[in-house]
């Protein structure tokens, strides 16, 4: 599992540290929590919100309580959990130190507890914010795999037109060859065994001036230039974000703000749990005239 990467997956231990010493006498004061914050998700990369709630909680090393939390929804945030950590100068029933170790519990809507989420799971500085996504999910042969998504995967497989008898199921190739594996379709929702069925772009064209004249903050001074028109199909309880190259060569990405259909300022489309295959339209502008790439990031 990695910090701010929304494909990883995996359970891995956490790493303990000792506590900084405190002077004789000195009575230990509280300071601004430290936080942690990502998106919760299960084993297909689906994030956790108000239909689908996942309830944290961390304890130090002593299996003591210091805070606890549940999962939300907001459309304009890939984010669904902050998690604040009480945090004092010195050693204190309920709070925590620079450098302790920290168990990070997840309880799913089934009421199943997942622990040991998190990779390293330690306080840092005070005030200091970290951003962590939560995969709920099992990897008991250490593949990166989710072991309940490669037995579906799989199955899939043996059902599909892809299967030849003495072959091994391989959740890295691509089977249908759309250009995605099976892996990652499993992961961002799409069928890897259907070449119609995957993330893809399927609209991108400048809009039409004299069909209503949107224009965007960052168009060039002295005129109005109409964006260009992005459209793909959403799934629910994914966060999407575009990505932009300007250098194709080197394969540059850089993540891009852009507005919604209602002018809105954004720079992740999330879904809700409950939301079907949804069309979506964003509009951008490309930072340079000369060459720029676009593509779409399921997170």
């Not at 899939?156 to 391989?170: I, L």
């Not at 929702?189 to 993330?199: H, K, V």
Request: hydrophobic residues 35%.
């Amino acid at each position: 599992m990695n910090a701010g990467n929304g494909i990883a997956l995996g359970i891995a231990a956490l790493a303990l540290a000792s506590a900084p010493c405190v002077l004789r006498g000195e009575t230990p004061a509280a300071v601004t929590p430290y936080t942690f914050i990502g998106r919760v998700m299960d084993a297909r990369h689906r994030g956790f919100d108000t239909n689908r709630i996942a309830r944290l909680s961390a304890r130090d090393s002593s299996g003591r309580l210091l805070a606890e939390s549940k999962t939300f929804f907001a459309s304009g945030s890939r984010n669904n959990y902050v998690l604040d950590i009480p945090m004092a100068t010195g050693a204190a029933k309920g709070f925590a130190v620079q450098s302790d170790g920290l168990e990070i519990t997840a309880v799913d809507e089934s009421g199943k507890t997942w622990s040991g989420v998190v990779v390293d799971a330690s306080a840092g500085a005070p005030a200091g914010v970290r951003e962590v996504d939560i995969v709920l999910g099992e990897d008991l042969d250490g593949d990166g795999i989710d072991d309940a998504l490669y037995r579906q995967l799989k199955a899939q497989w043996e059902a599909s037109e892809y299967w030849r008898r003495g072959e091994t199921f391989d959740p890295e190739r691509d089977y249908d060859g759309d250009g995605v594996s099976t892996i990652r379709e499993g992961l961002v929702g799409t069928d890897p065994f259907n070449p119609d069925d995957s993330l893809r772009i399927t609209a991108f064209a400048k809009r039409d001036a004299s069909g209503g004249g949107r224009t965007r903050a960052g168009a060039p001074e002295g005129g109005a230039e109409e964006p260009y028109a992005l459209s793909f199909n959403a799934l629910g309880g994914r966060a999407y974000t575009v990505e932009e190259s300007t250098d194709p060569d080197a394969q540059v990405w850089t993540r891009r703000d852009f507005e919604m259909e209602s002018g809105e300022s954004a720079n992740v489309v999330a879904m809700p749990s409950d939301a079907r295959r949804t069309p979506c339209t964003i509009y951008l502008l490309p930072s340079s005239p000369a060459r720029a790439l676009f593509r779409i990031r399921a997170e």
